[in-house]
């Protein structure tokens, strides 16, 4: 499909406007339904094409389209979101549908689309297809008699089949399925359903500039539905729908910041305190470091690692927006960098949360389910070894070391603890998260068995945690 052209034409100096773009009474602009359907299939096929995470390049995407309206965007993104959500479904229908008819077919993101018509919208091929894959300009081309063979194959057909092997009818890679039973038991299936549902909203209160009760009266007198986090102190959960948070007062002044509930957890077990030193070893775009900036109540230090620049650089947007004074933004060569040894020692809290699977995440991001490999998971966990060996040279004695994760597989939480106490036992010791959570959060009781922090979608309503505290000794 050609894309739209940009800018202006020659003519009258009018931006360009494709013909499927029509416009309602108040005269925005809005896409027809078969418009908006290639579009999803543009951006799907975007996606599955480079490296980068789905919410980075579906940015870029509606960037490069600016004549795309806010209620289009909606729509797009729900269509491919959906898609990721029932990838592994929607590929076993495909396949199905395609021996059941004898046709041979190599998947594209077209044909996703077209299965979750069928098995999702439930729509009847010879009725709704025609009116929507009609060959028009920014409209998909007309479906080839193969697909329309398996369009009419599988419609009709339910999204769950008892035919269904495991891995499928819960949308992980085969390969990880059997860590995920070894980990859960017999309470895997419905840690898995967990993760297939779309995470929900949770903001995390500036203690620097208001309480939980003024932001949610606040949020509420904005037109925002909010509720008390169950398990943070800090936490309010959107409750009324989507919510266009950039046009948000409250929000743009800095008393509020889109956090989930675990990571507010992390940062609140990291125990920092006015006047300390600290570091947040892997700051990325600064999520966490708010968080331990506002329980210092901007007094101490505090400065933020990362290895990318860039993401530091976006950090400073959200650090200044939130009022956070104590913060110095320091881009390291890697974990080993010589500022570590510089400054060994020198810290009383230090928090890595380190790069992983994100397997903890995939409500937000289904796509990374499907990026995952085995391969990478053993860089990773070479990776988090490294990190921790090195995050620990800056703690002082008496000081704490803070290991953190947003996935929920073994080998990168506790595995990774054991080993590293393996070979520090005279200079570190693993401190109980739940005596940290009766002297920070109280109440309600830490969950779990008060050793490490494991927080779960299914059971804790928040992405996968891992937190486990390290106290240096010696």
């Not at 479906?143 to 769950?160: T, V």
């Not at 039973?181 to 840690?191: C, F, I, K, P, S």
């Amino acid at each position: 499909m050609p894309r739209p052209v940009r800018g202006r034409d020659g003519a009258g100096g009018m931006p360009y406007i494709p013909p499927s773009i029509s416009f309602c009474r108040n005269g925005s602009p809005f896409m027809h339904n078969a418009a908006r359907l290639q579009a999803a299939i543009e951006l799907l096929a975007e996606i599955e094409a480079v490296p980068r995470p789905a919410d980075g390049t579906a940015s870029a995407y509606f960037r490069d389209r600016r004549f795309i309206g806010s209620k289009d965007r909606r729509a797009i993104s729900d269509r491919v979101w959906g898609v990721l959500r029932r990838w592994a479904k929607l590929t076993w229908w495909l396949h199905w549908g395609a021996m059941r008819t004898g046709r041979d077919i190599k998947l594209t993101a077209r044909h996703r689309v077209l299965a979750d018509l069928m098995i999702t919208d439930h729509l009847k091929a010879d009725e709704d297809l025609i009116g929507l894959f009609t060959s028009d300009r920014h409209c998909p081309d007309r479906l080839s008699n193969s697909e329309m063979a398996i369009a009419r194959a599988i419609q009709g057909r339910p999204q769950w089949s008892k035919d269904m092997p495991p891995a499928v009818r819960f949308e992980v890679p085969d390969w990880i399925w059997s860590r995920f039973a070894g980990l859960y038991g017999e309470e895997a299936e419905r840690e898995l359903s967990a993760m297939l549902d779309e995470a929900p909203v949770d903001l995390r209160v500036n203690t620097l500039k208001t309480d939980r009760a003024t932001a949610a009266a606040a949020l509420e007198a904005e037109g925002v539905r909010v509720e008390p986090t169950r398990l943070s102190p800090l936490g309010l959960r959107v409750r009324s729908g989507r919510v266009n948070l950039g046009g948000l007062k409250l929000f743009n002044d800095g008393l509020v910041e889109v956090q989930d509930e675990g990571s507010q957890l992390v940062a609140l077990l990291t125990d920092a305190r006015p006047g300390m030193a600290v570091v947040d070893f892997c700051a990325g775009a600064g999520g966490k470091t708010l968080g331990l900036a506002a329980a210092m109540a901007n007094k101490g230090r505090l400065v933020a690692c990362d290895v990318s620049e860039g993401r530091l650089e976006r950090s400073a947007v959200r650090l200044k927006r939130a009022g956070a004074h104590n913060v110095t933004r320091r881009v390291l060569s890697s974990e080993q960098d010589k500022w570590v040894k510089r400054q060994a020692r020198t810290y009383d809290r230090v928090l890595a949360d380190a790069p992983c699977t994100g397997t903890g995440t995939w409500r937000r991001n289904p796509d990374a389910r499907w990026r995952l490999t085995a391969e990478h998971l053993e860089d990773l966990k070479g990776r988090q070894a490294s990190i921790l060996q090195s995050a620990a040279r800056l703690v002082k004695p008496g000081g704490r070391l803070v290991y953190a994760t947003c996935s929920v597989l073994p080998e990168e939480n506790r595995g990774q603890i054991d080993a590293f106490l393996a070979q520090h036992a005279e200079t570190f010791r693993l401190k109980s998260v739940g005596e940290v959570w009766a002297e920070v959060i109280g109440s309600p009781t830490c969950p779990g068995d008060g050793e490490t922090l494991r927080l779960t979608p299914c059971r804790d309503d928040t992405d996968g945690f891992f937190v486990a505290v390290l106290e240096r000794t010696a």
